[in-house]
């Protein structure tokens, strides 16, 4: 009994703020395998097996430093904010409140309990223009979501000592929360419905399984990486109608209702003019080579990606034939 609490005790405490999003709740179930994890929500309580979870508004100062003294993490994962383009267009207050202000009070006392921040940015950061963006090009977002996430990501790099910054490309996978159906769920849904799915065929970016991010921060936890900016995508891009298309044909259902669209992009009237592509689309490739190097990982396509993920939900084909890729974990 003595040798088991003392491999209790030496685990990791990982604590999350916003496990009741999406990316929240999926790190919290991927890391309760390895570590001791604690999570927080404002207004929508979820429960997650062997996840310990308190309630927490980000906006209020005393409520943060009262988490992050009791629980003592040894790492802290932003998952707090709104990460729809449209939603922070229309409430920009609200998101530079979620993914900026609240940020700065979680790093405030990380830094006092001694916790590794980690925040999770993504490829917006950039304007979309026709290239391959690098870790240290600088950051001209046209969105306003993307505006609040570099903000974010500079406040972090200027003035925390112990710090990973994850700049992503789309993550999809299923949730817990029943009540609000992601994008992901959605395309399932209404494919199996065979009802017809407007899809964009505008804006060209990575997609990847949740699950590798889980993996790429546990990598970097293990080898106690400090004051990093990494970032994680897919190995190519597609437009969501693409990556629709690619999901059909991964999970072997028809796409005749798949139909190419465009979604509204609302561009920041004080956004820099982004040179125009010659297919008229916006560009978001994110060079992985430094955390491939890094971590010696391959990242996959996201063909790769959507394979891992028939075989992470033990799908079956509705077409004949069944995939060959195993785990789908090779790419480690």
Sequence with gaps: MSDLSEIISKRKTVLIFGISSFVGSSLAEFFSRDYRVVGTYHKTPVTIPGVMVLPCDVLTKEEVQLVLFATKPDVTIYCVGMSSIIDCALDEDRADALNTSGLFNVVEYCQRYKSQIIYLSSNFVFS????????????????????????????????SLNYLVFRVSRLYGRGINGKRENLFEKFQRLINERKNIEVDDYVKTGFLD?????MIIKLAIEKDVQNRLFQVSSGDKLTYYEFVKT???VFGESDHNIIRTKWAYPVMASAHASSTSADNKLHFKLDVSNVEGFMRVKLPTVKESLEFTFNRYKGIKKSSGKSSQGDGITFI
């Design 128 to 159: 979309g223009e026709d290239k391959q963006y690098l870790e240290m090009d600088i950051p001209d977002p046209n969105t306003m979501y993307g505006k609040t996430q570099a903000s974010a990501e500079f406040y972090i790099q200027k003035t």
């Design 210 to 214: 949740v699950g590798y991010l889980g």
């Design 247 to 249: 999901y059909a044909e």
